[in-house]
């Protein structure tokens, strides 16, 4: 299999990247990967991408995004890339599926995952009342008593979201203000069935077969307690899917991809975009901005590339005969 872009991830900056390739007559083949549509597909509600007046549903906003790329002919994929060999152009993709995929350029919007707590009982109870996605699991929570760690847009956003649902909602969260913007915390604090534990994190996750309690230590007093609770949903932040390109391209001390303004990574030929690189901004918008500028850049080195090959095929027979 060949192509002129080949997109790994699928997320609004792979789609908006696809999108412009597609539009640039490139053909381009979309990688989905573990996680089709990105974050933004588990996120409930969008109110913050601009051109929908009452805000669109996540999943609806990616599934738009991925159906108007492929109008324009992107092609799609359910693999993983599991290597790439840089060393020479085009680059090969090795997948999971044991296809093999070369790329002439390539766009990386890979994403990033939610970071974990790393306490005991969180992996093993992970899908037995810990959960990353609250538009995902909250319905399997009626009528329950959850918790959500964390401070941020995410863990107001989300906690919101499962007050659809849950009859208790604790937030604890590790200072005693949040980080989260007003418009979010102000609704979180009028909602009656929000309450926050501060200054605290969560230290171990509690139960035998589902989630039954949380242990919570206070930072400022050194004290532990039980909360018995159904769920756990941690948003703690993000950690960027790069350990694919460990070795091949230069990560910052993060672990994001380190671009050069223009999307270009430091191998000629392979961009960056969206969440594997940019740890300030993070949302959906600036990272279908920078999935168009990977496509744009991707579609210039291409035409580079053709002028210079004919370039060198009109020099080579003057060349021969002088
Ligand atoms: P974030 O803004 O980095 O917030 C992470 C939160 O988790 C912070 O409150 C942080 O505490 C806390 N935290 C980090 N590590 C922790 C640990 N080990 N134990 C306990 N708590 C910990 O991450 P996010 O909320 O996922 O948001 C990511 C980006 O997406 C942001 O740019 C955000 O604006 C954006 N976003 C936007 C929206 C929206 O616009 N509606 C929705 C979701 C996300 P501290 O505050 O003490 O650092």
């Known amino acids: 299999m060949h192509s002129k872009v080949v997109i790994i991830g699928s997320g609004p900056a792979g789609l908006t990247a696809a999108l412009y390739a597609a539009r640039a007559n490139l053909e381009p083949l979309v990688v989905r990967g573990l996680q089709p549509g990105g974050l933004i597909a588990t996120t409930a509600e969008v109110e913050n991408y601009p051109g929908f007046v009452e805000g669109i549903g996540g999943f609806e906003l990616a599934d738009n995004m991925e159906k108007q790329a492929a109008r324009f002919g992107a092609q799609f994929m359910d693999t993983l890339v599991t290597r790439i060999d840089a060393a020479q152009r085009p680059f090969v993709l090795h997948t999971d599926s044991g296809e093999l995929i070369s790329a002439e350029t390539i766009i990386i919007s890979t994403g990033?995952?939610?970071?974990?707590?790393?306490?005991?009982?969180?992996?093993?109870?992970?899908?037995?009342?810990?959960?990353?996605?609250?538009?995902?699991?909250?319905?399997?929570?009626?009528?329950?008593?959850?918790?959500?760690?964390?401070?941020g847009n995410s863990a107001?956003?989300?906690?919101?979201?499962?007050?659809?649902?849950?009859?208790?909602?604790?937030?604890?969260?590790?200072?005693?203000?949040?980080?989260?913007?007003?418009?979010?915390?102000?609704?979180?604090?009028?909602?009656?069935?929000?309450?926050?534990?501060?200054?605290?994190?969560?230290?171990?996750?509690?139960?035998?077969?589902?989630?039954?309690?949380?242990?919570?230590?206070?930072?400022?007093?050194?004290?532990?307690?039980?909360?018995?609770?159904?769920?756990?949903?941690?948003?703690?932040?993000?950690?960027?899917?790069?350990?694919l390109f460990e070795g091949l391209l230069?990560?910052?001390?993060?672990?994001?991809?380190?671009?050069?303004?223009?999307?270009?990574?430091?191998?000629?030929?392979?961009?960056?975009?969206?969440?594997?690189?940019d740890h300030i901004y993070r949302q959906a918008i600036t990272a279908a901005g920078e999935g168009c500028k990977a496509a744009m850049e991707a579609t210039w080195f291409l035409a580079e590339q053709e002028h210079a090959a004919k370039k060198a095929a009109q020099e080579a027979p003057s060349a021969a005969l002088g």
């Open 250 to 277: 230069t990560l910052d001390e993060g672990g994001y991809i380190v671009t050069d303004g223009r999307q270009r990574t430091n191998v000629p030929g392979i961009f960056a975009a969206g969440d594997v690189v």
């Open 112 to 151: 990033a995952s939610p970071r974990k707590l790393g306490v005991p009982g969180e992996e093993r109870l992970a899908n037995r009342g810990v959960s990353y996605c609250a538009t995902c699991d909250g319905f399997f929570f009626r009528g329950k008593k959850v918790v959500v760690v964390g401070g």
């Open 156 to 243: 107001l956003d989300e906690g919101l979201f499962l007050t659809r649902y849950v009859d208790e909602l604790i937030i604890v969260h590790r200072r005693d203000s949040l980080r989260a913007d007003p418009i979010l915390q102000e609704r979180a604090f009028s909602n009656e069935k929000v309450r926050f534990i501060w200054d605290s994190t969560v230290e171990a996750i509690l139960g035998d077969e589902k989630v039954s309690a949380v242990r919570i230590k206070n930072l400022k007093t050194g004290a532990t307690s039980e909360l018995a609770v159904d769920g756990v949903f941690p948003y703690i932040g993000h950690v960027p899917n790069t350990g």
